[in-house]
């Protein structure tokens, strides 16, 4: 079956810096685009990062600069650099895979909190 699992959140303090990464099974990984997304409590679930599989990426205003996404497709991996961390990037980041027919899929997701 099909099974997205994030890994690399945690307690880092403001202006430090996170990997976190999603290990993809049971899907064609090279052909989906792959995502973050983040959700905080009272908030709705946001578009953090995506890329394509042909490697192009976008990002949220709130993080462009500071986080970066990238993916490995021989490890069936999609990473997410977080660099410059503050307390608005408290929240459950989720991984999410967009394949089209083939499906869309998410994560359980890992908890990062950014305080002092």
């Known amino acids: 079956q099909v099974q997205l699992v994030e890994s690399g959140g945690g307690l880092v303090q403001p202006g430090g810096s996170l990997r976190l990464s999603c290990a993809a099974s049971?899907?064609?990984?090279?052909?989906?685009?792959m995502a973050w997304y983040r959700q905080a409590p009272g908030n709705q679930r946001e578009l953090v990062a995506a890329?394509?599989?042909?490697?192009?990426?976008n990002y949220s205003p709130s993080v462009e600069g500071r986080f970066t996404i990238s993916r490995d497709n021989a490890k069936n991996t999609v990473y997410l650099q977080m660099n410059s961390l503050n307390a608005e990037d408290t929240a459950v980041y989720y991984c999410?895979?967009?394949?089209?027919?083939?499906?869309?899929?998410w994560g359980q997701g890992t908890q990062v909190t950014v305080s002092s």
């Open positions: 890329i394509t599989n042909s490697g192009s990426t």
């Open positions: 049971g899907i064609m990984f090279r052909v989906y685009t």
């Open positions: 999410n895979g967009h394949g089209g027919w083939r499906g869309t899929f």
